[in-house]
Every structure is written in C-alpha cells, then in structure tokens.
C-alpha cells in the first residue's frame, strides 16, 4: 500500500493550490483520509481530515479557505488551497488510515509534496 501526493507547486499571496493524494496497493477499504503539513523548523501540524462518510474537520488557520473532500471509488484525497498566504508554504503530508486486503488495519503517509507561497 502507498499513498502518493502531488499537485504542489510555486504560488502567489492569494493564488489558489488543488493537492491529491491516491491511496493504491492491496487495499479493502480506505477510511479517514486527511492532509498535515510541516513547514521549516515547525512540527508537523493537521490541516484537514474527512471520514469516509464526508466529514470534515478543518484546522482554524485554514477554515475558510482550504476545503478538503474524496472519491472513495477512487481512493483520492483532495485539498483545495485558496487565498494562500506565506505562512502556508510547507511540505504537505496526506495521511489515510486504509485496511488491506489481509484484514490489516495501519496508518499510511504519502511522501509529501512542496507548497511555497510568495509574497
């Protein structure tokens, strides 16, 4: 099972981000899902989660302005970043707890994809 991320990039104060992570590999079924980031020198902090069923749980920092959703068919995560400011540039984990097909329960993390905004 890996998770891979993408969609980061180089952005302007105020520009908008769209990342995805999909989840692949011997997987039954893939419950919450989630993005954490973690900027230079900062510990890694949470940013979004949504349970399969479609909820959601924003951090303060964000509310307003990120909106998290998936496609369970497709084990994707996605997070939608508008109105970026500099003090969104990190790294951005997506996060999945996904059981196998062996009937195994874990936590997976995708490798992280770079976001920096510019003032």
């Known amino acids: 099972v890996q998770l891979q991320a993408s969609g980061g990039g180089l952005v302007q104060a105020g520009g908008s981000l769209r990342l995805s992570c999909v989840a692949s590999?011997?997987?039954?079924?893939?419950?919450?899902m989630g993005w954490y980031r973690q900027g230079f020198g900062k510990q890694r902090e949470l940013v979004a989660t949504?349970?399969?069923?479609?909820?959601?749980n924003l951090a303060d920092s964000v509310k307003g302005r990120f909106t998290i959703s998936r496609d369970n068919a497709k084990n994707t995560v996605y997070l939608q970043m508008n109105t970026l400011e500099p003090e969104d540039t990190a790294v951005y984990y997506c996060?999945?707890?996904?059981?196998?097909?062996?009937?195994?329960?874990?936590?997976?993390w995708g490798q992280g994809t770079q976001v920096t905004v510019s003032s």
């Open positions: 949504i349970t399969r069923a479609g909820n959601t």
């Open positions: 590999g011997s997987i039954f079924r893939v419950n919450g």
């Open positions: 996060n999945a707890e996904i059981q196998t097909r062996t009937w195994r329960m874990d936590n997976y």
